[in-house]
């Protein structure tokens, strides 16, 4: 059997040409922006928030601690929560429910081999990408586009703003917010 290799000259050749081009340019420039807000939540100790509702069980969260000694601990789903469950996520308590409860905001209880009681972080749902610690900060590249993810916290006047930031950029590419319902020293700038 021979293998027999026909090049396409004229129109054929440049329609071949085009189509090669753009599947290429299509492949390397997606058509919609990552969903950064699909992608991460935020974590008050055992309680994770996001706006992806319906997670199932068991759904793999990688939780970033941002505290100033930055460190990863592997979690999982364990339950949704109703939004008048305060004993299972505190930003539902009496006090902070009717800022934190948004529409299209979901809490979901987590559980992970080591302890969450304490944990101010954020949540990265599914696969995560190579993930580098070092001393301090956590990166990532969930977006696949060259450049690393880092994420923290900062106080308001009344709660914690979450965002992650690309490579250097000043502008959060994600932002996520906990109402304490009480008056905190602001330390966002």
């Not at 396409?8 to 050749?13: M, Q």
């Not at 601990?73 to 339950?79: E, L, S, V």
């Not at 993810?149 to 106080?155: I, N």
């Amino acid at each position: 059997m021979s293998l027999i290799l026909l090049r396409p000259t004229g129109l054929a050749g440049l329609w071949v040409g085009l189509c090669a081009v753009t599947i290429t340019a299509l492949a390397q420039h997606p058509s919609s922006p990552f969903d950064f807000s699909a992608k991460l939540g935020w974590v008050d100790d055992a309680c994770f928030v996001s706006t992806r509702a319906g997670l199932p069980n068991k759904t793999p969260v990688t939780v970033i601690f941002t505290g100033k000694r930055q460190r990863i601990i592997r979690a999982y789903i364990q339950k949704p929560v109703a939004t008048d469950d305060f004993k299972a996520c505190q930003p539902l308590s009496e006090n902070r429910r009717e800022v934190n409860a948004k529409p299209g905001i979901a809490f979901y209880a987590l559980a992970a081999d080591k302890e969450l009681k304490g944990i101010v972080g954020i949540g990265i749902i599914g696969p995560t990408g190579t993930l580098l610690q070092t001393r301090s900060m956590v990166y990532t590249d969930l977006d696949s586009d060259g450049r690393r993810e880092h994420f923290g916290h900062c106080m308001t006047s009344e709660g914690i703003r979450y965002q992650a930031n690309e490579a250097d950029e000043a502008k959060p590419i994600w932002t996520g917010y906990y109402y304490l319902g009480y008056d905190t020293e602001p330390t966002c700038k």
